[in-house]
């Protein structure tokens, strides 16, 4: 792949990836390094990515794995990530509650069939419509919306199995 042609395929998703960066890591610096760091990357892996049938997808993802590497690199897991916005009075019981909550909203996810559980994720996670989901998957706008219902209906019954 030539530098125009790089340019041409990756950098128009430059927004949406420093979008997730800041998204994942809540630091508009850090996000940025992020964003360089994945961007070298794929620029590395050039040649490669003529063989990717989604390109904005697969930009997302690198720029994604390089934030929670870099989380990983300052010894952020994802409970402290997720926790450190609580309010002072909330207690240790309804503390853990909600990570049983969240354990079970995951597993819920995890056992989604891959092509619901893609889509969910970057629905909720992405903040994507279901066009830029068809876009990125390669799936029809009607077969999104499917899977978003069939998905969210999973998880649903799911919780509501176990009492949630």
């Given at each position: 792949?030539?530098?125009?042609?790089?340019?041409e395929?990756?950098?128009?998703?430059?927004?949406?990836?420093?979008?997730?960066?800041?998204r994942?890591l809540?630091d508009?610096?850090?996000a940025?390094?992020?964003?360089?760091?994945?961007?070298?990357?794929?620029?590395?892996?050039?040649?490669?990515?003529?063989?990717?049938?989604?390109?904005?997808?697969?930009?997302?993802?690198?720029?994604?794995?390089?934030?929670?590497e870099?989380?990983r690199?300052?010894?952020?897991?994802y409970?402290?990530?997720?926790?450190?916005?609580?309010?002072?009075d909330?207690?240790a019981?309804?503390?853990?509650?909600r990570r049983?909550?969240?354990?079970?909203?995951?597993?819920?996810i995890?056992?989604l069939?891959?092509?619901?559980?893609?889509?969910?994720?970057?629905?909720?996670?992405?903040?994507?419509?279901s066009?830029?989901?068809?876009?990125?998957?390669?799936?029809?706008?009607?077969?999104?919306?499917?899977?978003?219902?069939?998905?969210?209906?999973?998880?649903?019954?799911?919780?509501?199995?176990?009492?949630?």
């Amino acid at each position: 792949m030539t530098e125009k042609e790089f340019k041409e395929t990756v950098l128009p998703h430059h927004k949406m990836m420093q979008a997730e960066a800041m998204r994942l890591l809540k630091d508009r610096d850090e996000a940025l390094d992020c964003l360089q760091d994945a961007v070298t990357a794929l620029w590395k892996s050039r040649l490669e990515l003529a063989n990717v049938s989604n390109i904005k997808a697969y930009c997302i993802r690198s720029v994604t794995n390089r934030a929670l590497e870099m989380m990983r690199q300052r010894h952020i897991s994802y409970s402290e990530y997720y926790n450190k916005d609580l309010p002072s009075d909330v207690t240790a019981a309804s503390e853990v509650e909600r990570r049983e909550n969240v354990a079970a909203l995951r597993k819920a996810i995890k056992l989604l069939p891959e092509k619901e559980r893609n889509v969910v994720l970057m629905k909720a996670i992405n903040g994507m419509s279901s066009d830029e989901i068809a876009e990125a998957t390669g799936l029809t706008s009607n077969n999104v919306r499917v899977l978003l219902y069939r998905g969210r209906k999973r998880i649903k019954d799911y919780l509501k199995k176990y009492g949630l």
